[in-house]
């Protein structure tokens, strides 16, 4: 499995090379590690973000693209969705199928057809609009 996971995080990071999004960096932390990501994702116009670079990991499991990555910042973020130790809360890196709690549907969750660059612009799109309903710091929903 591991095999097919590392041609497809080959062929992403192509993709990304080739035609990176807007505000967004990303790659294997070393060629020998193609599971390690870092990336590097610029705050959005218009909110508390602009104007800085955030640092953030990703780390992939073996049956990448079955589950999602798991992503964490680097750095200091204080925002609803992202926990105290920089984990990122997001619908798009949770486990495919039905959410347990009912609050998510299944087309919100990972599936297969996800993408690193469809993950980073979706955590953009957070920065800019957080989800205070499903809050990952609750001191900062209560803020937003």
């Known amino acids: ?14 993709q990304l090379t080739l035609n990176p999004p807007e505000g967004i960096i ?12 870092e990336a590097l994702i610029t705050g959005p116009e218009g909110t508390c973000f602009e104007g800085g670079v ?10 990448y693209p079955l589950s999602p990555p798991k992503m964490q910042f680097t750095c200091e973020m204080y925002h609803p969705n992202i926990y105290a130790d920089g984990r990122v809360c997001i619908s798009i890196l949770h486990a495919p199928g039905e959410d347990p709690m009912g609050y998510e549907s299944s087309a919100e969750r990972w599936s297969p057809v996800q993408s690193v660059e469809k993950i980073l612009l979706s955590v953009v799109s957070m920065l800019a609009e957080p989800n205070d309903e499903s809050g990952a710091n609750v001191d900062a929903a209560k803020m937003w």
């Open 1 to 14: 499995m591991a095999g097919s996971a590392l041609r497809r995080l080959m062929a992403e990071y192509k």
């Open 26 to 37: 990303a790659g294997p932390v070393s060629e020998e590690n193609f599971f390690e990501w």
């Open 54 to 63: 955030f640092p953030a990991k990703l780390t992939f499991p073996a049956d």
